[in-house]
C-alpha cells in the first residue's frame, strides 16, 4: 500500500502558466480532498469531492479546478498561476464514515 | 472570525512535564474535532479525535472536548523531545474540516 501519492513534489512555475497536481489513493477511499498550507494560515481547504462523480468548493477554491477521473485519483489545476498561489499543496483523503484523514507528503510550489 | 483558533505558540516544556494545548471553534454545528501533528516539512499525521463532551485518553495523550464553550484541548504526558512539532486543531463540520493555524511545541531536554 502507497497510501497517498502526489506528484510532482516541487514544481516551479511563472506567472501566468498553468500546470496540474495529481493525487492518487490506493485504501479505497470515497472522499478526497485538496489543501493548501501557507505560513501563519494554517491548512486551508480548496475543493473536495465526497464521492466518485462529484466535487465540491472549500474556502478557497479561486483560481483552481479538479477532476475526479476515478475513485482513485484526484487532480487540482492551476489554469494561470499567481504568485499568490506559492504555497504547499497536500492531497487526502478518507473512507465513508471514517475518521482519519490521511495525507499525502506535498507538492511545494513557487510561482515567480 | 476564523472558524479554528489556537495559540501559536510557540510552547516550551521541559522534557517529562505535560503540554497543554488549546483550541475554540466558532460553529456549533461542528460534528468532530480532530488532533494532528505535523513535523518539519512533513505531512500531518492523526494523533486523536473527539466528538462527545469529555475526556479520551490513549496513551500519553488525551483530548478533551467541551461542546458548551466550544473548546477542545489535548494534553500531553511525559513530554518526549520526540513530542517537538507543530500541533493542528481541526473540526469537521458538514463534510468540510476546518483547521487552525496550529501550535509550534518544544520539548527540551
Known amino acids: 500500500n502507497a497510501g497517498v501519492t502526489q506528484t510532482p513534489k516541487f514544481q516551479v512555475l511563472k506567472t501566468g502558466q498553468s500546470m496540474t497536481l495529481q493525487c492518487a489513493q490506493d485504501m479505497n477511499h470515497n472522499s478526497m480532498y485538496w489543501y493548501r498550507q501557507d505560513p501563519g494560515m494554517g491548512l486551508r481547504l480548496i475543493y473536495y469531492?465526497?464521492?466518485?462523480?462529484?466535487?465540491d468548493k472549500g474556502e478557497v477554491p479561486n483560481g483552481y479546478n479538479v477532476s475526479r477521473l476515478n475513485k482513485r485519483e484526484f487532480s487540482l489545476r492551476l489554469e494561470s498561476a499567481a504568485p499568490s498561489q506559492t504555497s504547499v499543496y497536500f492531497c487526502a483523503s478518507i473512507r465513508a464514515g471514517g475518521e482519519t484523514q490521511y495525507f499525502g507528503p506535498g507538492t511545494r510550489l513557487l510561482v515567480l | 472570525q476564523k472558524e479554528v483558533e489556537q495559540n501559536s505558540g510557540p510552547l516550551s516544556v521541559p522534557e517529562g512535564a505535560i503540554a497543554s494545548l488549546n483550541c475554540t471553534y466558532s460553529d456549533r454545528g461542528s460534528q468532530s474535532f480532530f488532533w494532528y501533528r505535523q513535523y518539519s516539512g512533513k505531512s500531518p499525521e492523526l494523533i486523536m479525535f473527539i466528538y462527545s463532551n469529555g475526556d479520551k485518553e490513549d496513551g500519553r495523550f488525551t483530548a478533551q472536548l467541551n461542546k458548551a464553550s466550544q473548546y477542545v484541548s489535548l494534553l500531553i504526558r511525559d513530554s518526549q523531545p520526540s513530542d517537538s512539532a507543530t500541533y493542528l486543531c481541526a473540526v469537521l463540520t458538514g463534510n468540510q474540516f476546518y483547521f487552525g493555524t496550529g501550535t509550534s511545541l518544544t520539548v527540551i531536554p
Open positions: 469531492s465526497a464521492s466518485e462523480g462529484t466535487t
